[in-house]
Structures are given as C-alpha cells and as structure tokens.
C-alpha cells in the first residue's frame, strides 16, 4: 500500500513539474480548452517563477552566491539572526474563464515548507509555513492552417504572494507599490502588485553593470523584516538576498516612512530573472510560538548581451 501511495505521489509531481526555456508559447491539439491553456503555462515559466522566496534554509541576512566576482554586498547586516525558508511541498491548482477565443487562467501555487532561524552561536528554532502565489495569465486564441484552435499566452500578471493557512490569508501587512530606478532613471512604478499586468515582449531589459534601486511601500503598523532577492533563475540556480531598509541610508530616503529600499548590479548571466521583494513581520523571526506573517511580490527581467 506504502509504494502504492508513493507512486501515486511521484505521478502527481511528476504531472505538475515545470519545463524551463526552449519551448513554444503555443498550444494546439485535442485535448480541452483547459490542458491546451494548461500546457502553455507549463512549458514557459520563464518570466512565470514562482520560487525566488527559497533560501534552501537558514542564511545570513545579506548573502550572494550566484556570482563569485561580484562584490560582497555593501550593506551590513542590520538585523541579529540568521534565517531562511526551505520549501518542501509544492501543488499547483488552475482555474479557468474561456469565452470564445479569449481565456483567462488563474493559477495558485502552494508552497509548504520551514522557516529556519539562528543566530551567531548556532540554530535556534524553526516553524513550517505556508506560502500562497497567484498569477493570471491571459490567453488568446487563433485557427492555424490545419484549423485548430492555437491557444498563445498574451500577458500575465506579475508574481503576488502573501501568507496562508490553508486558503485563508494570514498577513497583517501589503505591499502598496513597487518602484525601479536603472542607473537613477525610473523605469517603472507598480502602484498595485496584486493586479499588474505585463506583456511578455515588455519585460524591462537591464544590461550588465546597470544598478537596480528598488523602493517598496509597505502599510504595516508593526516592525518588519524586509529582503531583497535578485537574479532568480531556477535553470542557472542564481539566488542572492540582501537586506530592503527602511532607515533613511542611501538608497533609502527618509527612514521610517514605511517605504523599504535595495539596490543590486545586473551581474546575472543573459537571460530571463527575477527580483523579488520580501517582507516577514519581525516577530515572524524573533518569537518561536508567532504565526509566519509574510507577504512577497515578483518582476521579471532581462539580462541583454551587451
């Protein structure tokens, strides 16, 4: 019955694993509206990562390991412990609003997993957690020659992640707004995370050497934690974190007003990355018995080759 249970546990994951690059954005055949969609969304998660929170475990609040000649990071770890979440469990669930040749999918990836915490002398405690992101997607669908119906991912919403317990959200906090800088130019403002809507071919492009200010509002009336992680790319296994402040330190601007600023160098290999920009209420890491209150929100970009 044991083995039985696990090959039907290796099925599903199997099932519901992710192929990364090299795959068209088309779906065709005649299988349903809803596989074909499905199919789509498996096959190009490269702008469609959901992962940038796993620290594999506990870190130090500032790390970089995804480029060995890149600089330590500059900013000196203002917060005592160390910490990280380690996933363990993944499911996956889509649902489905097809009118015609139009189509909207929302998909809502639980992540299960523990949250580690120390300090300087060594491991002190850790607490599971729950972890919800959603994306929509938005589908088109076109006849080919042969008089299929194509389905062609048009655009999706950008990653929004908060905290659960089971499908109820637990966060106390949001994020209200997300601006860019490249190079002291602003590149972008997402006044509303949870609802952004980005084409595929307007993913910003960042060349090599370009420095990333990013700058989070938050409305919370507690002390956070915030992080910025940078170059996720589950392919290239590129994952680096550094602290968001909000203490009036360069990149920040006025400390205490609830906007949490970070800063990195594109330093990644060419390609498609991700940053994503992190909160945990401090009690989350400071107090064993507290509830994991967290909230993360994600963007994609370019490296380009020159």
């Not at 300090?119 to 405690?125: E, H, M, R, V, Y």
């Not at 020659?145 to 949001?174: H, I, Q, R």
């Amino acid at each position: 019955m044991k083995a039985q249970k696990n090959l039907a546990l290796n099925l599903l994951l199997t099932s519901l694993a992710i192929a990364f690059y090299g795959c068209s954005d088309d779906s065709v055949g005649t299988t349903s509206t809803e596989n074909q969609i499905q199919g789509v969304v498996e096959t190009n998660t490269d702008t469609f990562e959901e992962e940038g929170i796993n620290d594999d475990g506990m870190q130090e609040v500032s790390y970089n390991n995804f480029d060995s000649t890149a600089p330590a990071p500059t900013d000196q770890p203002a917060f005592p412990y160390r910490f990280g979440r380690k996933i363990t469990e993944r499911e996956k669930y889509f649902t489905f609003s097809i009118d015609g040749t139009t189509a909207t999918s929302t998909i809502t990836k639980e992540l299960k997993g523990t949250l580690k915490v120390g300090n300087s002398n060594g491991f002190l405690f850790e607490k599971t957690f729950e972890h919800t992101i959603k994306r929509n997607v938005d589908f088109a669908g076109t006849t080919n020659s042969n008089g299929e119906l194509v389905w062609k991912w048009e655009n999706t919403y950008v990653a929004t992640g908060f905290s659960s317990d089971a499908t109820t959200p637990t966060n106390t906090f949001d994020i209200q707004s997300v601006t860019f800088l490249v190079n002291g130019t602003n590149l972008i403002t997402v006044d509303s995370p949870e609802t952004f809507v980005i084409k595929k071919d307007t993913i910003p492009v960042f060349h090599k050497d370009d420095l990333v200010k990013v700058f989070a509002t938050v409305n919370s009336s507690e002390e956070l934690v915030g992080l910025l992680h940078y170059g996720v790319n589950h392919k290239e296994h590129h994952l680096a974190r550094r602290m968001l402040h909000d203490d009036g330190i360069a990149p920040d601007v006025t400390a205490n007003d609830g906007v949490y600023s970070g800063e990195w160098n594109a330093r990644q290999k060419v390609g498609v990355h991700h940053v994503v920009v992190d909160f945990m209420s401090k009690a989350t890491i400071e107090n064993e018995t507290a509830a994991y209150n967290s909230v993360s929100w994600g963007f994609p970009y370019k490296i380009a080759t020159n």
